[in-house]
C-alpha cells in the first residue's frame, strides 16, 4: 500500500516517470490490483504512451471486465490518444451498462451523444 500512495503522491504532482516506478514496484507484490494497474495506465497516457496505457487496461479489463475506471480510461484514451471515436464510444457505453451510477455517466453520456452525431470534444 506504501508503493502505491507514494505512486500516487508522484502521479498527483505530475511527476510520472516517478510514480511509474512506484506502481509497478506495488504490482510486483499484487499483480492484480487493478486500481493500482489502471493508474499506472494512466501515467503512460500521460507520457503520450498510449499503446502501452492501452496495454495496462487491457490487462485490467481481460480480468474484471465490469472495473469502471479502467473503461472510462479506456474510452479517454482512445479518443484523445488514438483519435478512435468507436472505441471510444464502445467503452462508454460498455461502463454505462455495467455502472450507470459512475461518477460522471451524465457527461459520459453527453460525450458518446456528441461523439455519434459527428461532433469532437473538448
Same mark, same amino acid.
Given at each position: 500500500?506504501?508503493?502505491?500512495?507514494?505512486?500516487?503522491?508522484?502521479?498527483?504532482?505530475?511527476?510520472?516517470?516517478?510514480?511509474?516506478?512506484?506502481? !509497478?514496484? &506495488? $504490482?510486483?507484490?499484487?499483480?492484480?490490483?487493478?486500481?493500482?494497474?489502471? #493508474?499506472?495506465?494512466?501515467?503512460? +497516457? =500521460?507520457?503520450?504512451?498510449? !499503446?502501452? &496505457? $492501452?496495454?495496462?487496461?487491457?490487462?485490467?479489463?481481460?480480468?474484471?471486465? #465490469?472495473?469502471?475506471?479502467?473503461? +472510462? =480510461?479506456?474510452?479517454?484514451?482512445?479518443?484523445?490518444?488514438?483519435?478512435?471515436?468507436?472505441?471510444?464510444?464502445?467503452?462508454?457505453?460498455?461502463l454505462l451498462a455495467v455502472d450507470p451510477q459512475y461518477p460522471s455517466a451524465g457527461q459520459v453520456r453527453e460525450n458518446i451523444q456528441k461523439l455519434k452525431a459527428g461532433q469532437d470534444l473538448e
Amino acid at each position: 500500500a506504501l508503493l502505491s500512495q507514494i505512486g500516487n503522491l508522484y502521479y498527483d504532482r505530475g511527476q510520472y516517470r516517478e510514480a511509474i516506478t512506484y506502481y !509497478e514496484q &506495488a $504490482l510486483s507484490l499484487q499483480p492484480e490490483n487493478f486500481s493500482i494497474r489502471t #493508474d499506472l495506465a494512466t501515467c503512460y +497516457y =500521460n507520457m503520450q504512451e498510449h !499503446e502501452r &496505457a $492501452l496495454k495496462e487496461l487491457d490487462q485490467v479489463l481481460a480480468k474484471k471486465p #465490469d472495473f469502471s475506471q479502467a473503461l +472510462y =480510461n479506456y474510452g479517454v484514451i482512445q479518443y484523445f490518444g488514438r483519435k478512435d471515436k468507436q472505441a471510444t464510444v464502445s467503452a462508454w457505453e460498455k461502463l454505462l451498462a455495467v455502472d450507470p451510477q459512475y461518477p460522471s455517466a451524465g457527461q459520459v453520456r453527453e460525450n458518446i451523444q456528441k461523439l455519434k452525431a459527428g461532433q469532437d470534444l473538448e
